[in-house]
């Protein structure tokens, strides 16, 4: 079972974005997003919630509970 961190990571990089991109997205900044990539910081459930509709996927997927995205 991969942990959140891993597939945040793992989406940016799919869809070719930098964290800066992803920080602008959740209104925050390129430090506090790499802390939530690296498993530092947890993500807050309000970014959760903004990164699925950003991805288009299910909260399930990112927070590593089902494989499929949807």
């Known amino acids: 079972m991969k942990m ?10 799919d869809n070719d974005l930098k964290q800066e991109a992803i920080a602008k997205v959740l209104g925050t900044t390129q430090e506090v997003y790499s802390r939530y990539e690296n498993g530092i910081n947890e993500l807050p459930i309000c970014h ?7 991805y288009n996927v ?7 509970l089902k494989q499929d995205k949807n």
Do not use: N
Request: aromatic share 16%; net charge negative.
């Open 48 to 54: 959760l919630v903004t990164l699925c509709k950003f």
């Open 58 to 64: 299910s909260a399930d997927y990112i927070l590593g």
């Open 4 to 13: 959140y961190f891993e597939v945040l990571r793992e989406l940016r990089e």
